[in-house]
């Protein structure tokens, strides 16, 4: 399970990035910082620029006009930092995973960035759903931060 390095746990900032989708998980990420779900309780906090932020919420598909923006956006980041990847374009492509406009999801990216930028990827928390609801976006957040622990073990079966 990938969790923020404990610098962070207390207040991280976090800084939105659309790089192409609908804009409803958009919608959710704000819902999710109203009064009403009150994710500064956390000590989140929404920041305007990548080089003041801990954790990157991304959305939508990587388009092939946003690429070089996501790409740059990522290198500016401070490290240590973590990437959480909301709703199901983020995760896989969604819908538009074979589009010719997108290179599709957030693995896609950081498979090209290993190659071309020696990248290592930072800790990354996928958060499925179309759009996924304020809650998931909390429960993995917190999950991220070590706050909540995992409810589900992984297993990995093989054939002899």
């Known amino acids: 399970m990938a969790r923020i390095n404990p610098p962070f746990k207390k207040s991280p900032w976090i800084f939105h990035l659309n790089t192409g989708g609908c804009n409803a998980c958009d919608i959710e990420i704000l819902d999710a910082l109203t009064p009403y779900h009150d994710v500064e309780r956390f000590g989140m906090k929404l920041v305007g620029t990548p080089?003041?932020?801990d954790v990157i919420l991304l959305t939508g598909p990587i388009t092939r006009?946003?690429?070089i923006k996501v790409i740059r956006t990522l290198l500016a980041v401070p490290r240590p930092f973590a990437v959480l990847a909301i709703g199901s374009c983020a995760v896989g492509g969604g819908i538009w995973f074979d589009s010719y406009a997108t290179i599709g999801g957030l693995p896609n990216l950081y498979e090209e960035m290993r190659h071309k930028y020696n990248f290592e990827p930072p800790p990354t928390i996928y958060i499925p759903g179309c759009?996924?609801?304020?809650?998931?976006?909390?429960?993995?957040?917190?999950?991220a931060l070590g706050i909540l622990k995992k409810k589900v073990k992984r297993e990995v079966y093989k054939e002899d």
């Not at 759009?131 to 999950?143: C, K, L, V």
Request: charged residues 25%; positive net charge; hydrophobic residues 35%.
């Open 51 to 53: 080089r003041h932020a």
């Open 65 to 67: 006009e946003s690429k």
């Open 131 to 143: 759009p996924p609801r304020p809650e998931a976006i909390i429960f993995g957040a917190a999950q």
